[in-house]
């Protein structure tokens, strides 16, 4: 079993595409070094393999906090979990259920207008998590930059001290705190919790 995010740029003609590509390449590759695993194609589309399907739905998160640290920006991401019936040389050209169910939600995330949505071959599993994903998007879809900007660093220094974070922010603790808060860091690390206890029932 693995896990696949697609994803696309949200009104990608209205941003310079020089600034998102080197974000998303930097953000993909944050998340697997191996460019094997991960590709960039039609212009603002995407795609990654997460092997770990425990890490998919953090991983999600990680994208969109790197996307909306650049005013202006958002992104659609589909994870589908499933198995994979064929390893290409490149990531868009491997097959399996995780591949298929990640490309379809993509495109239903489109028509329902929705940023963030699991498809499995558990249908109880997906409506419940899908409904978690709705009511943690009121919050994540708002994220200003300095929001964005301390989930990326939380995710990517997940033991680390607020005042090691603000170190590297140039700021205070509590305003690391207040941050995070604004953010929903808690519920979405809760929610993460319970997403990979979901997972681990297929």
């Not at 896990?3 to 949200?10: K, R």
């Not at 640290?69 to 064929?86: P, S």
């Not at 490309?103 to 071959?121: A, P, V, Y």
């Not at 603000?166 to 809760?190: H, M």
Request: neutral net charge; aromatic residues 8%; proline residues 1%.
């Amino acid at each position: 079993m693995t896990s696949v995010i697609t994803g696309d740029i949200i009104k990608s003609r209205d941003q310079n595409p020089e600034v998102w590509t080197g974000i998303l390449k930097s953000a993909l590759s944050e998340l697997n070094p191996n460019n094997s695993y991960w590709e960039i194609y039609r212009g603002d589309s995407f795609q990654i393999e997460i092997v770990d399907v425990s890490k998919s739905f953090l991983a999600a998160v990680y994208i969109k906090a790197c996307i909306k640290m650049e005013k202006g920006l958002d992104v659609r991401l589909a994870i589908g979990i499933g198995n994979k019936t064929y390893q290409g040389k490149e990531v868009s050209l491997s097959h399996g259920e995780a591949f298929i169910f990640s490309g379809e939600t993509l495109d239903l995330l489109k028509k329902n207008k929705q940023n963030l949505q699991i498809k499995t071959s558990n249908n109880t599993i997906n409506e419940e998590l899908n409904l978690y994903f709705k009511l943690a998007l009121t919050n994540m879809d708002h994220w200003t930059v300095n929001s964005a900007e301390i989930v990326k660093l939380s995710i990517e220094n997940p033991y680390a001290l607020q005042e090691t974070l603000a170190k590297q922010l140039g700021t205070k603790q509590d305003a690391i705190s207040k941050r995070q808060k604004r953010a929903g860091l808690e519920n979405i690390l809760a929610l993460n919790q319970m997403y990979q206890q979901k997972i681990s029932e297929l």
